[in-house]
């Protein structure tokens, strides 16, 4: 079963950055367009960004203009670049494929996720 798999993910500083991966073991990331989504700490998951096939993304309120987002397709890869990263951004970062008309639905089966905590 194709599954996608997030990592990148570690413990940095508050104003530092990362940079998250979302690969997959067939044409899921290449074919679609991807969502990354988070769940901090005793909180739900939520919606972060959305990279469509062009690369074109949009992002959540919370990370526009410290976020961004790429993808290589033919590498089948799609990275979130996490700039001035808060406190508030320690979650569980993982990536899907969003549903069209809601992007808080998914279609494919959640990856383990990958560990973001920012300290001060």
């Known amino acids: 079963q194709v599954q996608l798999v997030e990592s990148g993910g570690g413990l940095v500083q508050v104003g530092g950055s990362l940079r998250l991966s979302c690969t997959d073991s067939?044409?899921?990331?290449?074919?679609?367009?991807i969502a990354w989504y988070r769940q901090p700490p005793e909180k739900q998951r939520e919606f972060v960004a959305r990279?469509?096939?062009?690369?074109?993304?949009l992002f959540a309120d919370s990370v526009r203009n410290r976020f961004t987002a790429s993808r290589d397709n033919a590498k089948k890869v799609v990275f979130l670049q996490m700039s001035s990263l808060r406190s508030e951004d320690t979650a569980v970062y993982y990536c899907?494929?969003?549903?069209?008309?809601?992007?808080?639905?998914?279609?494919?089966?959640w990856g383990q996720g990958t560990q973001v905590t920012v300290i001060s």
């Open positions: 899907n494929v969003p549903s069209p008309r809601n992007w808080n639905q998914v279609r494919a089966s």
């Open positions: 067939g044409s899921i990331v290449s074919g679609n367009a």
């Open positions: 990279i469509a096939r062009d690369g074109s993304a």
